[in-house]
């Protein structure tokens, strides 16, 4: 998105659309949920359940960094990831208040 189209949308727009581009991948989807069962992970070991190639696996845990739903520490030579509980909290309950916000059962469309 272009900086002058930025300043159209509201903080919590832009904010939840960070979120939603994070999750609109499966592989990081299922890098999310083998940090949820793990609770952590060094990148080689994600690398090792998941059917991609570690420069892959690298992009992806890179797009979720950026949308600072994981955290990575270093370990030697290794990067450790986690879950962010402080944003991961955050993006659940703007997810959850988008959603809410329509009954679908009762929409009426054109």
């Known amino acids: 998105m272009g900086a002058s ?26 890098i999310l949920d083998l940090l949820i069962k793990r609770q952590a992970c060094i990148c080689g070991d994600i690398v090792e359940e998941l059917p991609l190639s570690q420069s892959t696996v690298s992009q992806h845990l890179k797009e979720l960094k950026a949308a600072r739903l994981i955290k ?19 993006a659940k309950e703007m997810i959850e208040t988008f959603f809410g916000k329509a009954v679908i059962s009762n929409f009426k469309c054109c």
């Open 5 to 30: 189209k930025v300043s159209d949308y509201s903080k919590k727009e832009i904010t939840l659309a960070k979120y939603a581009k994070a999750l609109s991948h499966p592989a990081r989807i299922a």
């Open 72 to 90: 990575g520490d270093i370990e030697g030579v290794s990067v450790c990831y986690c879950i962010d509980e402080k944003e991961w909290n955050k």
